[in-house]
């Protein structure tokens, strides 16, 4: 099998001849892989079945620091939401998905997906998370309206990818911690969920999966996402999510991009423990299809003969069907 004929079928909850993956590290740590093994390294060292492409788009930012190896925003663009009506946000143009159809020229059998930011990523840079969080309150309307200037130019990019040949549509705004849901469920789904409709509606007319992200503990709107016609989600986190109750009740409707553990066993425990890890997700996730491994941001302290390990253990393992 294709790595995209690979995640199909786990998408699909179909039967794969080994179980398809990817991988995320700390973009330090990415860096120092790329200069020991290339430009793409996880799929030409490695094997991954996954390539996210990016949409080029200048969002405005306040301003920011670097700090191990992230980019942290510390003030906002604009304090007033009377100034909103003067920002300016970027335009789609036929240059936006160049970097996507590059990708897909070099690796046409590959899974690709086009990443989409959510509002409150791409609002976190333009306003800061913490000021978001007293706008719901303080400024809904004014919230909102700028939230639909977001989804609308993500739609347009949607519209042009969905035509050409990628995988997935993928998603992405943090709407949890570890403990649960950063804000309630009807404001996720006004603010965050409601500016996904569009998009997966093109996705599924033109035969692409959309896949979801979110950190943290996401248990109580899978419901939610099952409905919106989410194919699978991103990263379940085992330490914050229960991924045998996850497959006791979404087998057959939710699939996971994700399952690895990236904050304790990948970076700070033995080799056989990492094996051992691996071997525990796919026996509570990959069996029956519904699994593409992947980790979230592997820390940079992360020792290379687990992360070897990890690969090798993927690679090797024999699913049980």
């Known amino acids: 099998m294709t790595s995209?004929?690979?995640?199909?079928?786990?998408?699909?909850?179909?039967?794969?001849d080994r179980l398809p993956f990817n991988f995320w590290m700390d973009r330090q740590l990415l860096m120092e892989y790329e200069e020991k093994y290339g430009r793409d390294f996880r799929v030409k060292h490695y094997g991954a079945d996954?390539?996210?492409?990016?949409?080029?788009?200048?969002?405005?930012?306040?301003?920011?620091?670097?700090?191990?190896?992230?980019?942290?925003?510390?003030?906002p663009i604009f304090e007033d939401w009377d100034d909103v009506k003067r920002l300016v946000l970027p335009e789609v143009t036929e240059n936006t998905?160049?970097?996507?159809?590059?990708?897909?020229?070099?690796?046409p059998d590959k899974a690709i997906f086009v990443n989409i930011p959510g509002p409150f990523t791409v609002l976190n840079q333009i306003?800061?998370?913490?000021?978001?969080?007293?706008?719901v309150y303080d400024n809904p309307d004014e919230l909102y309206a700028l939230v639909l200037r977001i989804a609308s130019i993500h739609d347009r990019?949607?519209?042009?990818a969905v035509k050409l040949p990628i995988t997935a549509i993928y998603f992405q705004?943090?709407?949890?911690?570890?403990?649960?849901?950063?804000?309630?469920?009807?404001?996720?789904?006004?603010?965050?969920?409601?500016?996904?409709?569009?998009?997966?509606?093109?996705?599924?007319?033109?035969?692409?999966?959309?896949?979801?992200?979110?950190?943290g503990n996401v248990t109580d709107a899978f419901d939610a996402l099952c409905a919106m016609g989410v194919d699978a989600v991103n990263p379940l986190q085992p330490e914050f999510n229960d991924l045998g109750a996850f497959k006791a009740k979404y087998h057959g409707r939710l699939a996971v991009y994700g399952g690895i553990d990236n904050t304790k066993i990948i970076p700070d425990g033995s080799v056989d423990e990492v094996r051992a890890h691996i071997?525990?997700?796919?026996?509570?996730?990959?069996?029956?299809?519904?699994?593409?491994?992947?980790?979230?941001?592997?820390?940079?302290?992360c020792p290379p003969e687990n992360v070897d390990a990890m690969v090798d253990e993927i690679l090797h393992n024999k699913i049980k069907q």
């Open 4 to 16: 995209k004929e690979r995640v199909t079928a786990a998408f699909c909850f179909n039967e794969c």
């Open 50 to 75: 996954v390539i996210e492409t990016f949409p080029s788009l200048s969002w405005p930012c306040g301003e920011s620091i670097m700090e191990n190896s992230s980019i942290w925003f510390t003030k």
């Open 97 to 107: 998905l160049a970097s996507v159809r590059e990708t897909l020229n070099v690796y």
């Open 127 to 135: 306003r800061l998370l913490d000021n978001l969080y007293y706008d």
């Open 157 to 160: 990019v949607i519209e042009e």
């Open 173 to 215: 705004d943090d709407i949890a911690s570890s403990r649960g849901l950063i804000l309630s469920l009807d404001m996720i789904q006004k603010y965050v969920f409601s500016t996904f409709r569009n998009g997966i509606a093109m996705a599924k007319a033109n035969g692409k999966f959309v896949v979801y992200h979110s950190d």
């Open 279 to 301: 071997r525990d997700i796919i026996e509570k996730l990959g069996t029956s299809g519904g699994l593409v491994l992947s980790s979230h941001d592997i820390p940079l302290h």
